[in-house]
Structures are given as structure tokens and as C-alpha cells.
């Protein structure tokens, strides 16, 4: 298995522009958590689906970010439209939920640069 | 509220030199806590959860309800111990709250 896959894994782009980070789960895992990494917040949950439905938002920042999960296999994190206070290190991980209990295996993130 | 702190932001050390992450949390039910270490240029991973009690690669932590700490130790520090160190809280529904992270830096 190769674990959890984010694409892509560096983003430029300009102030205003909307972008769209992708992340495949690992198969049979039935959590997905979005993360927002910076220097100042540390680690930060963003949201997170169970079964492809979300559970948690409470971390969106704002109406700007937005995330689906139309399918077991794959979420998006959408940002409409970028600032550069967004810039950050995205990280999408999954859990089996059960068992394991809490264990989350990580992506290896998307670093997002909004200049 | 459901909070971890991690006081440090950076713990500098000399390799052979004692180690200690220091983690705090608050959290009303009985808490699960978890470290979790990314190494340079690899993933975030588990390293090691209270409910276990054992030692990975030579690092421990103690619940200590009563100070509601999990301070993450090692008697002798290693260069490769050098990575970022996450403390978690297992909130409800299968969350994790995380701390800010301390950078340790291991130098020979």
C-alpha cells in the first residue's frame, strides 16, 4: 500500500486564484482528515469525514475552504479565493477508526504558496 | 475545552544528553495521548500512545493525571533523534487535537 497520496505536492499561485488539493486515502480506512500546518498554529484540523460524511468543520478558517468527499477513495480541499495568508503545509490523513484506535497515517502534504 | 500545549517551540541538545518534550492538556474525560515525529522530508507518523506503556526507539512518556502532563523522554539523546514532536489528544469521534510542536535538535 502506498499509503496516504496527496497531489500536488508544491502549489504556487497568485493571490485570487482558486486551488483545489487532492488526497486518496488508504483503502479501508473510513476517516479522512484535512490538516493545516504553519509555524505559528502548528497543526491544525481543518475537518474531517466518516464515511464520506463530515463530521467536523469547525476548523474551516472561513467560507473560502471548502472540502468534499464524493467517494470513499478520494477528497478535495478547495480554497476560493486564495490569499496569502493561506500558505501552508496541507496534510490530508485517514484512519481505520476502529481497533487502532486514533491512529492516523499522514500524507506527505502539499506545501501551498499564494503570492 | 480540549487543548494540548507544547511550551517549547525549539529543545536544543547535545547527543548523550538527556531529553524531555514537555506536554500538557486539558480535557474534562479520561484522555488518550499520543507523540507523534516527522523526520526531515518524511511523513508524520506515530511514535509512540500512553495506552501502550512501552518504549520506542528509547523514548518514553508518562500520563500524569494529576499534573495532566505526557512529557516525552529519553535518557540519551541520538543525532537522528533530531525531528519535529507532536503531542495528541484523543478527542471524541476518532479527532486528534494536537500541540503546536517542539523542533528538537540533537547536535554532535
Known amino acids: 500500500d502506498a499509503g496516504v497520496i496527496q497531489s500536488p505536492r508544491h502549489e504556487v499561485t497568485e493571490m485570487g486564484q482558486e486551488v483545489t488539493l487532492r488526497c486518496k486515502p488508504i483503502?479501508?480506512?473510513?476517516?479522512l482528515f484535512w490538516y493545516r500546518q504553519t509555524m505559528m498554529r502548528g497543526l491544525e484540523l481543518l475537518i474531517y469525514f466518516n464515511n464520506n460524511v463530515p463530521i467536523d468543520d469547525s476548523g474551516m478558517p472561513e467560507d473560502r475552504f471548502s472540502a468534499k468527499m464524493p467517494n470513499a477513495s478520494f477528497s478535495t480541499l478547495k480554497i476560493q479565493p486564495s490569499e496569502p495568508r493561506d500558505s501552508a503545509v496541507y496534510f490530508c490523513?485517514?484512519?481505520?477508526?476502529?481497533?487502532?484506535?486514533?491512529?492516523?497515517?499522514f500524507g506527505p502534504g502539499t506545501r501551498l504558496t499564494v503570492t | 475545552a480540549q487543548r494540548v500545549t507544547q511550551p517549547e517551540k525549539l529543545l536544543s541538545v547535545f547527543k548523550g544528553a538527556p531529553v524531555e518534550l514537555k506536554c500538557n492538556y486539558s480535557?474534562?474525560?479520561?484522555?488518550?495521548l499520543f507523540w507523534y515525529v516527522q523526520y526531515s522530508r518524511q511523513r508524520l507518523q506515530l511514535l509512540l500512545r500512553?495506552?501502550s506503556r512501552e518504549s520506542i526507539k528509547g523514548f518514553t512518556a508518562d500520563l500524569n493525571k494529576g499534573e495532566t502532563s505526557f512529557h516525552l523522554k529519553k535518557p540519551f539523546a541520538q543525532e537522528e533523534d533530531s525531528a519535529m514532536y507532536y503531542c495528541a489528544l484523543g478527542a471524541s469521534f476518532q479527532k486528534l487535537v494536537f500541540g503546536t510542536g517542539t523542533r528538537l535538535l540533537v547536535s554532535p
Open positions: 500512553h495506552i
Open positions: 480535557y474534562s474525560g479520561s484522555p488518550e
Open positions: 483503502s479501508g480506512h473510513d476517516y
Open positions: 490523513a485517514s484512519s481505520r477508526g476502529q481497533g487502532d484506535s486514533y491512529e492516523q497515517y
